[in-house]
């Protein structure tokens, strides 16, 4: 599988592989993560979500992890297939922020090839 | 599909003009958020209601105005259009209770143009 140490805008592989998508995030008071994926013209999808008393959430086919001393957030997508290829998104959200408003990050853009 | 719809799909419009957008959240749902997704960026929160009041505001002029009616279901105004302000407009509905966050599920958006 391929993987990146640090967020990049796009990500290539190849059907099968497994991914790991990064994300930074930047608030030290953010205790509610999500992943979402947004294929082109469409709204976000929620993925997976991940609190604070967490390091580590499986669902199908992936998982998030949570680094609360670096402040970092993954996704890792496994067996990616060609249905996957989409601009994936880590929110983030914190007690006292607006609301309940989710702060996204930058995207990551996931190409899949067959 | 989540069961957020929004309406209309797209829509132009031109500068200075005032433009209403509706979202319809998805059943059993409480809150609604609103967000502007502007091409190639993340998406960015504009506001959101939970039992009709404005709960929270993102770095948005006044210009930008909203309801939420008693089924829940919400409006977002913007008066005096911007060409800046032509973006994906994102509904987000979810379910809410003291300070206890939960997921918050995503319609398809209405792509506005200004002119």
């Known amino acids: 599988g391929e993987s990146v140490g640090l967020h990049l805008p796009t990500l290539s592989v190849q059907e099968g592989d497994n991914s790991i998508i990064n994300c930074a995030y930047s608030?030290?008071?953010?205790?509610?993560f999500i992943w979402y994926k947004q294929e082109s013209g469409k709204g976000p999808q929620f993925i997976i979500d991940?609190?604070?008393?967490?390091d580590k959430r499986q669902g199908q086919r992936v998982t998030v992890l949570l680094n609360k001393t670096v402040k970092h957030l993954s996704l890792q997508i496994a067996a990616t297939q060609p249905g996957d290829s989409a601009v994936y998104f880590c929110a983030e959200s914190s007690r006292g922020q607006a609301g309940t408003a989710l702060i996204f990050g930058k995207g990551t853009t996931l190409s899949v090839s067959s | 599909e989540t069961g957020v719809t929004q309406s209309p799909t797209h829509l132009i419009k031109t500068r200075g003009q005032q433009v209403t957008l509706r979202c319809s959240s998805q059943s059993g749902h409480n809150t609604v958020s609103w967000y502007q997704q502007a091409l190639g960026q993340g998406p960015q929160f504009i506001f959101q209601y939970y039992r009709e009041e404005e709960n929270g505001r993102g770095n948005f002029p006044p210009r930008f105005s909203g309801l939420q009616f008693p089924n829940y279901s919400s409006e977002l105004n913007v008066n005096a259009l911007e060409l800046d302000d032509s973006a994906l407009y994102l509904c987000?509905?979810?379910?809410?209770?003291?300070?206890?966050?939960?997921?918050?599920?995503f319609g398809p958006g209405t792509r506005l143009t200004v002119l």
């Open positions: 987000a509905s979810s379910w809410a209770s003291g300070t206890v966050r939960n997921e918050q599920f």
């Open positions: 991940i609190r604070s008393n967490m």
């Open positions: 608030n030290s008071a953010s205790d509610y």
